[in-house]
């Protein structure tokens, strides 16, 4: 590792109460991000490791992965299409990609919180840049998604004819939506948004969950309210119905406000062949741009006492 | 150029207890006013003012009591803790050695462990593939390296760890003590290899207790005490005063021999 510094302080005043200035500097915040990123050996390994490890010994493997997904999406696509009166042929897929792009969201943020905290005993050991633990969490969510994507395009198979068939909705009464076709592509630009603003959820999180250890708790107890209040296994539908036809965000204040909603539409809606809206684009462009900002002075601020406070 | 500079360098740790760790002393104290006068944070100072600068060439061995602060400098100088006052400037790849433990894997065969060890060491996959097979040679090992790790004994593992960990070319070699548990043929081995892995490398500060493994790698020394650099110095002086008697008097012949054949024992004044 190379551990930049300008240091200036050889005059020997050894009453420099105040930090030095290189300590809290945007160049070795910067330095950070970059180093972290050449790892990519490291990282990469580490992520992968961390799923092997959690299936060591079962002989499905990361299989269980899949197969897990599966059986929750079958689960919960059954019940809550009949609870709603739904079509299953289209509910079914609508709940199979939300959960999955949940589930990414859930572990970004959950285990965003236990980044250095998990890694405490390498922290402690080795020199490497703060970002490669972030990247280690993002790269295992990203294997998991990629295991559950698998489920989503059984389900997109089985459900071909009902999903591409222009007009369908999702439950009574909803807007009929265009049906699958080459749009989906645009899932993909939406999963790097996502993943884009996974990354600095888990740099925040990470750095002033090992500070406040108080954080993670508090993420945990409110993420189970969020599942339900983001349309997952309800549709935006069932609530516009409440309010008829002229209901405007101030009414749906419930999903507008709930950034998440956002991030689950730029990657589901294009995935089930739904209506897109640019409007979530702008929202997680924003959100993506402030967290970053929000991010940076804490990396700035706090990259050097995370060591200290594992 | 491979250097540690590092200028009137302190370390504080900061002791969160539960309480002050968690956000309701911070929400709750804002509503209830002063009440507490425990604002700040109470610090453990582990390092005060250090100010040391080890060069190319130099080969710097650590002593001092349990607790006097060896582990934290070598932390400070691998450029883990950055000093809360003062400033430190490293240049060059750091290999830090502190633990020969860290990073293994219980449930990955040896093979895949030498590899991981090797990547956070900073070697690249290439390079680890290229030495895999030198280090199954040194280790011994055999089979057993396509096992998984738990079936190792200790002694196993800690041949394991000395083959990688003695394999690589660092530009900045931090050793903290702890090698030992492996019968003596092997630290025959083990003590060869190590003193060839210092020479490749360009610098080392190791922390130990054993005064042979001293003489034999370091040339100038350090000593802590209390989180203060107490004396600094030729290995022979820095021992003699901290042990009280000169290590030279009661080393084995055989160590005697090897270590003035392969090299005198230089009085050089370090830094």
């Known amino acids: ?310 | 150029m491979t250097s540690i500079e590092v200028w009137n360098a302190s370390v504080d740790f900061p002791i969160f207890d539960a309480k002050s760790r968690s956000l309701k002393k911070k929400v709750l104290g804002k509503v209830g006013g002063k009440i507490g006068t425990d604002s700040k944070v109470p610090v453990i100072e582990a390092l005060h003012d250090i100010t040391v600068s080890v060069h190319a060439g130099d080969r710097v061995g650590l002593v001092g009591h349990n607790g006097a602060g060896k582990s934290t400098l070598l932390r400070l100088l691998s450029g883990i803790y950055e000093p809360t006052r003062g400033s430190a400037k490293i240049q060059g790849r750091v290999a830090p050695v502190f633990d020969l433990g860290v990073g293994m894997d219980q449930e990955i065969s040896g093979y895949e462990n030498i590899m991981i060890r090797g990547l956070y060491l900073g070697m690249t996959r290439k390079q680890m593939e290229k030495r895999v097979d030198d280090i199954a040679d040194f280790t011994e090992l055999g089979d057993y390296l396509s096992m998984p790790l738990r079936t190792y004994s200790t002694g196993m593992r800690v041949r394991l760890a000395l083959g990688v960990v003695t394999s690589i070319d660092p530009e900045i070699l931090l050793l903290d003590e702890g090698i030992g548990a492996v019968d003596s043929r092997f630290l025959n081995k083990a003590r060869d290899r190590l003193v060839d892995l210092v020479r490749r490398s360009g610098l080392l500060v190791f922390a130990s207790h054993q005064d042979d493994l001293l003489l034999e790698l370091c040339t100038s020394a350090i000593w802590m005490d209390e989180g203060h650099m107490r004396m600094q110095g030729s290995l022979r002086d820095v021992l003699k005063a901290y042990k009280g008697k000169d290590p030279f008097q009661n080393i084995s012949p055989e160590t005697a021999a090897r270590l003035g054949i392969e090299r005198p024992v230089s009085v050089k004044g370090g830094e």
Not at chain 1, 3 to 28: G, I, M, Q, Y
Not at chain 1, 137 to 160: D, E, G, K, P, S
Not at chain 1, 233 to 257: N, P
Request: positive net charge; proline residues 4%.
């Open chain 1, 1 to 310: 590792m190379h551990a930049t510094s300008t240091v200036d302080a050889a005059d020997e005043s050894a009453a420099t109460a105040k930090p030095t200035p290189d300590r809290r500097s945007w160049e070795r915040a910067f330095a950070d991000l970059r180093d972290g990123f050449t790892q990519r050996e490291l990282w990469s390994h580490l992520g992968w490791q961390d799923i092997k490890q959690r299936y060591r010994r079962s002989v499905l493997g990361p299989l269980w992965i899949t197969l897990s997904m599966g059986v929750t999406a079958l689960g919960l696509g059954l019940l809550y299409s009949q609870l709603f009166d739904a079509s299953i042929g289209t509910f079914l897929p609508y709940i199979t990609t939300g959960f999955i792009v949940w589930q990414f969201m859930l572990g970004s943020l959950t285990e965003g919180t236990n980044t250095f905290i998990a890694n405490e005993g390498l922290i402690k050991h080795l020199p490497a840049p703060l970002s490669v633990y972030v990247l280690r969490t993002l790269w295992r969510q990203t294997i998991l998604f990629a295991h559950n994507m698998i489920i989503y395009f059984i389900v997109v198979t089985i459900f071909w004819g009902s999903l591409t068939k222009s007009g369908y909705v999702l439950t009574d009464a909803g807007i009929p939506q265009p049906g699958l076709g080459w749009s989906a592509l645009l899932a993909i630009p939406g999963f790097a948004m996502l993943a884009l603003n996974a990354g600095w959820v888990i740099l925040l999180l990470g750095i002033v969950s090992t500070r406040f250890r108080d954080i993670p708790q508090v993420i945990t107890s409110l993420i189970n309210l969020m599942f339900f209040m983001t349309p997952i296994v309800w549709t935006t539908d069932i609530l516009k119905s409440k309010f008829g036809e002229s209901a405007g965000w101030r009414d749906l204040w419930v999903v507008e406000l709930n950034p998440l909603y956002h991030f689950l539409q730029i990657v589901r809606a294009p995935l089930i062949g739904n209506e897109q809206s640019w409007h979530h684009w702008v929202i997680v462009a924003g959100i993506a741009v402030v967290g970053w900002s929000l991010a940076l002075v804490v990396l700035r601020n706090y990259r050097s006492r995370v060591s200290y406070w594992v």
